[in-house]
């Protein structure tokens, strides 16, 4: 008499639709509208595969199309979900009058980014009362390396993973990015020890940042930063910039009663 054999259960895989779903709406964030030819070309996803995808996702207001109805970018209900996750986010709802604070102290930009895997997201921000701005958004990512928000999250890793989330051939953003992964982790290593980190012109010409990680959590994943033309940076207003980071990094961690992990 034969047996029956009952196959060992085996973790389910992503599906795959959905995944080529998030996979564009990803491409289009980050690298703008695009055809359908166009889509397909960058996502390797067939044209008779992403019709009925793009049709799907246009109808239920995730995509939109321009004018002509050929090239197709985020529809408004990306704006909706992106807005309910602003809304709820509660290290979000602790750090607005932080960021108020530090731009009434600065008068210059501020942002708030998360770090998301190897890169920053920025996640608020408060522009600076004078008529020279930086020209950034929330939702933009970046490398987490090239930006003082990036390096002082990065600074408050062990070692090793720091080390392993810095790679080793590094695509400039800017003609003062720095390339070399030795020199970005000894940035980083500076970084620890002054307890704020920087970077010049290295994300966006002309703009020099200075940035703190924010002790709300055990394990710090939330950072503050402040952005400064360098034509409006001297010496005084530098050292205002860094004790008032500093400042809100130290009263933050005495009331949350926690230190940051290294």
């Not at 690298?31 to 246009?58: D, E, V, W």
């Not at 209900?77 to 009058?97: E, F, I, K, M, Q």
Request: include cysteine; hydrophobic fraction near 40%; proline fraction near 5%.
């Amino acid at each position: 008499m034969s047996q029956i054999q009952i196959a060992a259960p085996t973790a389910a895989g992503p599906v795959k639709s959905a995944a080529r779903a998030l996979d564009l709406l990803d491409e289009i964030a980050a690298n703008g509208p695009g055809t359908q030819l166009q889509l397909s070309t960058r996502l390797n996803i067939p044209k008779s595969s992403l019709h009925a995808l793009l049709r799907t996702m246009t109808d239920r207001g995730w995509l939109q199309t321009d004018p002509t109805g050929s090239v197709y970018q985020l529809g408004i209900h990306s704006l909706v979900v992106s807005s309910a996750y602003l809304d709820g986010d509660p290290v979000l709802a602790r750090a607005a009058s932080v960021l108020d604070e530090v731009a009434a102290a600065t008068e210059e930009t501020v942002h708030l980014g998360r770090l998301d895997g190897s890169d920053v997201i920025y996640t608020a921000k408060r522009e600076s009362i004078h008529p020279l701005r930086m020209h950034s958004a929330v939702g933009r990512r970046l490398p987490a390396y090239a930006t003082s928000l990036g390096r002082a999250l990065l600074a408050e890793l062990p070692v090793e993973r720091r080390r392993s989330m810095v790679p080793e051939h590094i695509n400039a953003i800017t003609p003062n990015t720095t390339t070399d992964k030795d020199a970005v982790l000894e940035i980083i290593d500076r970084a620890v020890v002054q307890g704020y980190a920087t970077e010049s012109e290295e994300s966006c010409m002309g703009v020099r940042c200075f940035g703190v990680a924010l002790p709300f959590t055990n394990q710090a994943v939330d950072a503050l930063s402040v952005a400064v033309p360098i034509s409006r940076l001297d010496n005084g207003r530098e050292d205002l910039i860094i004790e008032t980071l500093l400042s809100v990094k130290a009263r933050l961690a005495a009331v949350h009663g926690n230190s940051l992990v290294r």
